[in-house]
């Protein structure tokens, strides 16, 4: 009843900006919090930037002053700025929202992940 979609992901030469969005659409009430997450191969999914309805941010520190989260809560829609990209950065990039689906019935979503790789 609700999905998730993101897009923007590709290769990028190290040093280089790619910025992915994430858009939830179905049956939404509401959107509060969102979260990008990472997994990089042969390790575990970490969190990299979250967002509150409000537009409080919070990052993983590996990626603070290079990575930047935003929301359109018009569009229901989740941006990731990534700037000055590391070879270190390369995983599949998931984007997790908290949807209410009336006033009373909010659960976690996920997409289906969008791979970001850095390499000359």
């Known amino acids: 009843q609700v999905q998730l979609v993101e897009a923007g992901g590709g290769l990028v030469q190290p040093g280089g900006s790619l910025k992915l969005s994430c858009a939830a659409s179905g049956k939404i009430f509401s959107v509060n919090d969102m979260q990008w997450y990472r997994q990089a191969p042969g390790k575990g999914r970490e969190l990299v930037a979250g967002i509150t309805r409000g537009g409080t941010t919070n990052y993983a520190e590996a990626v603070k002053g290079r990575f930047t989260i935003s929301r359109d809560n018009t569009k229901n829609t989740v941006y990731l700025q990534m700037n000055s990209l590391k070879p270190e950065d390369t995983a599949v990039y998931y984007c997790?929202?908290?949807?209410?689906?009336?006033?009373?019935?909010?659960?976690?979503?996920w997409g289906q992940g969008t791979q970001v790789a850095v390499s000359s």
């Open positions: 997790k929202a908290l949807v209410f689906t009336n006033a009373f019935l909010s659960n976690f979503y």
